[in-house]
């Protein structure tokens, strides 16, 4: 194509001339920097350019990179904190103190990724979708209410709720307390999605502007230069959207947002350049520039010569034939030695850098280093505000505060066995849950999680033991009664969640958790029938339980009373429990051991989880129990191992070490101990919602520390 352009202008009377842009010497200098990985690589060229433009102010300077969009965001970090550490610190939106040839494209931008997410948003909105709306600083009175949408966003949360309609949506909303503006944006949107009517393109360019500027978008926070650049290219795809009325017709919403989409992903936005004195292009675009400075990033052997990508439609011995590009070995490299000789005597001072790592796989330079010398300059300190800081900064007295205030009050505390729970597993864990209050943010599923099908279960159970009461009744229901009898437990199960989340479930999903738990009672059932004879005296009551100086409430599953007399204290659960932590020192479940601390030792026949899963082999009982046999999957043979490896020899004796420990746990937390120290790290750890806040990662013990160290 360039020998037709040049011989087309020679025929039309124009003066062709050649120029060798080749100098006749060789580089001053010319040397490789190898580096660790490419980070490693673009923290070192940052720093030589701030050497550079030290010692020669006026120094013209390239930075060639053969994948550059691979280097951007790296470049982008370290480049601007060598060269402008004083934004860094200040987080301001200054210009870039260099130019970077490489745009990104508009949809990528904060502003217009928003602006698209607004006029996408669907009828039936998600949670996440839902919840970035509440947060969004986007959207009309953002900045005003930003407290009162992270408290409903947080509350939004809590009621598990994976799908939301609009009207279902704005009822939860005005339910939580919403603001008015926010409802209103709510009633903009859902007009806007059910305009249906098909326009032209540029009829549609005036509803998604219109629209936008209802929602308040893009916000009440005044905007910076770039985001000003970001908003009037915006303005510019819907213009190039109207445009698109001189080849369409009309058509739909959906179809018009589809353009605006494309346009925005085709568009590259590149913010206004000021006058810089480094440069950072692609390999193409450094064609015939010259510079008193040249640092060329990526050479290995993955990179340069690019690897074949051949035309898939066109036979290869065709494509090589014509010399087509990315189809022949050779071709390549002789492609790119090309580019790297011109490179190369494109300065008086060349680097060339390669990492010897990327994504953890080794590399090697590519076959252009070979004979070149590694660079004999050392490489300069950062002056990142980061390194600086730490760098800098003074030795610090070390002051390690595990204690909060003593509880004083007498009242009940708010949290129930959770306190004791916790404060077995982390002082800490107890001390932010129940005295700061603070939570992790939880995330809906899409249908029913397993904290709902867990209650569900419960629920199940504690109304059809409410109605049957005895082992002889269940003996002696027929197999249809037992049916008709968990069916209606479910109805009722059901519609207690639907009461606590103030939501209705959609009526295939309510049909299929019906049959999945009856099916789930049935099998669960069938373990109780093989049980000794009981009679159930107690479903869900409420406990007032005082443990050490700590008094607060609870709720017991369910309390059988045997035949002997004694009584069995049952919880349920859906997961795996594990009764070994109750021959600890820390009790991770300690409601069971809780409400045996107002018992007598001899009134008390077993302590049991009853494990109730989807697989009939899985259910069972599992605990301690004075006779093992009375019920299914409780083992003597393994209770009696347990209790020799703790020196004891009945079930009496566990039962006095729960007498012992657990006050000692309601006691540390009265008194505010407070300290980070996890029962088991990392497996108690992993289960936290709160790591973030006790910063556990930082601490000696933690593995991933450790391995660092090493």
């Known amino acids: 194509l360039q020998r037709r ?26 040397a490789v920097v190898p580096s660790l ?12 350019l701030r050497r550079v433009l030290t010692e020669r102010p006026a120094a013209r300077i390239g930075v060639v990179a053969p994948n550059l969009e691979q280097y951007r965001t790296l470049i982008v970090d370290e480049f601007t904190a060598e060269l402008d550490p004083a934004d860094r610190l200040t987080g301001g939106e200054k210009p870039l103190p260099f130019n970077i040839s490489l745009g990104t494209p508009l949809a990528g931008e904060g502003l217009v990724f928003a602006a698209l997410k607004l006029l996408r948003l669907p009828a039936v909105m ?6 970035w709306l509440l947060r969004s600083p986007q959207v009309a009175s953002s900045s005003l209410h930003a407290a009162l949408r992270g408290r409903i966003d947080m509350e939004l949360r809590k009621l598990r709720i994976a799908q939301l309609p609009y009207r279902k949506s704005r009822n939860i909303l005005t339910g939580l307390g919403c603001d008015d503006e926010l409802l209103r944006l709510l009633d903009i949107l859902d007009r806007f999605r059910r305009d249906n009517r098909e326009r032209r393109h540029g009829e549609w360019a005036d509803v998604f502007a219109r629209t936008l500027d209802n929602c308040g978008w893009p916000g009440e926070r005044p905007v910076t230069s770039r985001e000003y650049q970001v908003i009037a290219s915006f303005r510019e795809a819907l213009s190039q959207l109207a445009s698109l009325d001189v080849v369409s017709g009309r058509v739909g919403r959906q179809a018009a947002l589809s353009s605006l989409g494309r346009l925005c992903r085709e568009a590259i936005f590149q913010p206004e350049s000021h006058g810089s004195q480094v440069q950072v292009l692609g390999l193409l675009e450094s064609g015939g520039l010259r510079f008193d400075d040249l640092w060329i990033f990526g050479m290995h052997a993955g990179a340069i010569p690019q690897p074949l990508r051949p035309n898939p439609f066109i036979p290869l011995a065709v494509q090589r034939q014509a010399g087509m590009p990315h189809a022949d070995a050779a071709r390549e490299l002789d492609y790119s030695r090309r580019q790297v000789e011109r490179l190369r005597h494109s300065s008086p001072r060349v680097m060339f850098s390669w990492p010897l790592t990327v994504d953890g796989k080794e590399c090697l330079p590519a076959v252009f280093l070979d ?9 300069s300190e950062t002056a990142s505000p980061a390194a600086e800081i730490f760098r800098n900064a003074p030795c610090l007295e070390t002051l390690t505060d595990c204690r909060a205030e003593p509880l004083v009050s007498k009242k009940p505390v708010s949290g129930g066995t959770g306190i004791i729970k916790d404060q077995a597993l982390c002082p800490f864990r107890a001390f932010a849950h129940h005295r700061l209050g603070a939570k992790g943010i939880e995330t809906p599923d899409i249908g029913l999680d397993n904290l709902t099908r867990g ?3 419960h629920n199940l159970l504690e109304f059809f033991w409410a109605d049957v009461r005895s082992f002889a009744r269940l003996a002696s229901m027929a ?14 199960a059901i519609r207690r969640i639907e009461s606590s989340n103030r939501s209705d479930m959609p009526a295939r999903t309510r049909a299929l958790e019906v049959r999945r738990l009856v099916a789930q009672g049935r099998k669960w059932l069938a373990v109780e029938r093989r049980r000794a004879p009981f009679e159930v005296v107690e479903l869900e009551q409420l406990h007032e339980e005082t443990i050490g100086r700590l008094h607060f409430r609870t709720r017991i599953d369910r309390i059988d009373r045997l035949a002997d007399g004694r009584l069995a204290v049952i919880d349920y659960k859906t997961g795996l429990p594990d009764p070994r932590q109750w021959f600890a020192q820390r009790i991770s479940e300690p409601q069971l051991p809780i409400y045996c601390q107002g018992l007598d030792n001899v009134d008390i026949g077993a302590v049991l989880f009853a494990v109730v899963r989807n697989r009939a082999a899985d259910c069972r009982f599992a605990g301690v129990a004075r006779t093992a046999d009375d019920f299914p999957g409780v083992s003597d043979r393994t209770l009696q191992e347990r209790l020799a490896e703790s020196g004891w020899e009945t079930i009496d004796h566990v039962l006095d070490n729960w007498r012992k420990i657990l006050p000692e746990l309601g ?3 009265v008194a505010g101990h407070a300290d980070v120290d996890p029962a088991d790290p990392p497996a108690t750890c992993q289960q936290c919602d709160l790591p973030s806040l006790c910063r556990i990662h930082e601490a000696d013990f933690w593995p991933a520390r450790e391995a660092e160290d090493d």
């Open 5 to 30: 352009l040049i011989a087309a202008l020679a025929r039309a009377g124009c003066a062709v001339e050649t120029i060798d842009l080749l100098p006749v010497s060789d580089p001053e200098v010319a």
């Open 667 to 669: 006691n540390a937390f």
């Open 455 to 457: 209650t569900l279960v």
């Open 126 to 131: 998600s949670s996440d979708e839902l919840s």
């Open 479 to 492: 197999d249809d009664e037992l049916t008709r009898q968990l069916e209606a437990a479910a109805e009722k």
């Open 37 to 48: 990985d490419m980070r490693d690589e673009a923290g070192r060229c940052a720093r030589w």
């Open 371 to 379: 004979g070149l010398p590694e660079s004999a300059h050392h490489d």
